[in-house]
């Protein structure tokens, strides 16, 4: 063993090599690898006789995704939840990270931050069931609402309603780190020097909260496109990229069909991530 | 009719399996022959263990509910250890089947003849399943189970899909599928309907009754055409639509609530929003329904061929089969079972031997480009196209 121990010692790379080839395993063949494989699947087809995979090269699926109207409607609608969910997330998280981080005393701010976590803790599944009865005919909801019906109900609202229930805290911790990073001093020197709350709030908090809230918005904004839970339980008769991605795979049992639907928001998370790239949201996650 | 389809479906199947597809001089319908298999000729003792692949609620040990068990007695009874594979569709089930890793499946009308041509499953002998002789007659060699009078299964139980409405909101209380698909509804809004590629079978039969010029005869079996009109029914139909149900908890939170005050059900679903206290009632439309049929299947390559026999003979036993079928929801294939119920009305509920019931229902099958109808001058649409036009559609 000792010898084991010397030998690698004297040979940093090897020592590199053994650290790192763990996690590089990992990285290509299960994350990269499994993206690669959807990749190529996506341009095979299924055999609607026996139900087997054709492993040729076509573009049929994509022909199809293309050409159907109705991919395209729900590729935006899917696209149009998701940029509502990180709007109201932000609109909601700036607030209270600001409250937690700048306002709140140090004893505080801890139990705040366990408060925020503790809805993470409860399953996912537990709290859009319990969306869906609160929002259910006659339900708490429409109580507060005045009587049945008076409520959203199921549907597009009440999918966006709860996405941004489920997914707040994955907004409010990046920006919530971003501002406790933010010295106390520099908003004291700020008014020191005469500027008014506002003129503050502009030169010295907003360049700090871009990026975090640029980090927040990855998560929530990549969730809510992928999700296809939330949606078959509050969503009424609407349905996003997901539900299509399962409905591919787990009744139609065309995998490659799927596969090419679910390229769809890997684009679009590609192309999200490049152009947040710029604003550094990508060094706060 | 409805067997020659399902026989026909079955014939396109091998041809699909490439095996012997020109099939001539089979014993099978068509002339198609089934992969010869011996059935076990006697029961020997059991090998300790026993593989089953099932759908959820059939192989219950106690671990989803303290006092639903009825695998425990089955192992102290047998000393066959359980091993259980809950599939969620029945392509999985064929797909795992192929495997030769399962002894035994519970398999619906739709993969029952994939298994049988791929010769995947084997010939039962019923001299050997005691409790074979008190299933109902009804379900004894059937298209979906036996070929050529050859038992491949024992039946295990079967339901329909039936039309559920609220009584106090819906006046007057419909009798027709046409209450789902009327494009006025005073219920617009508050209508479901199940959220499956499968339920345009449901507008197929609708049709095959109202408009005779399409000439459906089997709502699984549907050309360009009739297709065409039954996707135009189901998209005239989702405007009306509140929300589509695929779990059955969230269609009794619906309809208790008033979400939904009328749309298609099981009878399982309206038996727990009575005990919800919803106001509800399901009935068996005019124009019949669409509905399943499953059966316990033994694999060609059982590994444990004898405990795999044992099972088979214990979860139709009276007593195996009515815990199932109150737990499942659904009728028993035991007419024993009848007297072992905790409910004393359940086969009633479950209209368990009423056949007349039962010839209105059209059990799920699975659509192929070959008519299961039994018609060779046209193409009908495949399960994948039912899944594409099913995104539509819901829009």
Known sequence: ?285 | MRITAILAAGMLLLAACGGGGDGSGGSGPGGLAVPKIDKLGSLGTGEGAVTIVSWAGYVEDGSTDKSVDWVTPFEKETGCQVNNKVAATSDEMVTLMKTGDYDVVSASGDASLRLIYGGDVAPVNTDLVANYKDVFDGLKNKAWNSVDGVAYGIPHGRGANLLMYRTDTVKPAPTSWGAVFDANSPYSGKITAYDSPIYIADAALYLMKTKPELGIKNPYALDDKQFQASVDLLKEQNKTIGEYWSDYTKEVQAFKAGNSVIGTSWQVIANLAEADKAPVEAILPSEGATGWSDTWMISSKAKHPNCGYLWMNYIVSPKANAQVAEWFGEAPANKLSCGETADKNHCATFHADDETYFDQVWYWTTPLAQCVDGRTDVTCKDYSAWTQAWTTIKG
Request: charged residues 10%.
């Open chain 1, 1 to 285: 063993m000792t010898s084991l121990g010397s030998y690698l010692h004297r040979h940093p790379r090897l020592r590199l090599a053994g650290l790192l080839s763990a996690p590089l395993l990992w990285l290509v063949v299960a994350y990269l690898g499994a993206l690669a494989v959807l990749l190529v699947s996506a341009f095979w087809t299924v055999n609607g006789f026996t139900g087997g995979v054709v492993r040729q090269f076509s573009l049929a699926n994509f022909r199809t995704i293309l050409s159907e109207e109705v991919y395209r409607a729900v590729t935006l609608r899917s696209l149009g939840v998701a940029a509502a969910v990180t709007v109201i997330c932000i609109v909601l998280a700036v607030p209270m990270a600001f409250f937690m981080a700048k306002v709140a005393s140090a004893r505080s701010r801890h139990w705040l931050v366990i408060a925020i976590l503790t809805p993470l803790w409860a399953s996912y599944l537990v709290k859009a069931y319990a969306w869906r009865i609160l929002l259910a005919n006659g339900g708490p909801v429409d109580t507060l609402l005045g009587g049945p019906g008076n409520g959203p109900g199921y549907g597009l609202f009440a999918t966006v309603l709860v996405l941004s229930y489920l997914w707040l805290p994955y907004m409010i911790l990046p920006i919530y780190a971003g501002l406790e990073r933010l010295p106390d001093s520099l908003l004291e020197a700020s008014a020191d020097l005469g500027a008014r709350a506002g003129r503050t709030f502009r030169a010295v908090v907003v360049p700090i909260l871009i990026p975090s809230t640029f980090a927040g918005s990855i998560f929530t904004f990549s969730l809510s496109l992928g999700d296809y839970i939330t949606v078959q339980i509050v969503g009424g008769k609407t349905q996003l990229i997901g539900n299509l991605v399962y409905a591919n795979i787990g009744a139609a049992n065309n995998l490659p069909f799927a596969a090419a639907i679910a390229t769809i928001p890997v684009l679009i998370m590609v192309i999200y991530l490049v152009a947040v790239r710029r604003s550094g949201a990508l060094e706060e996650l």
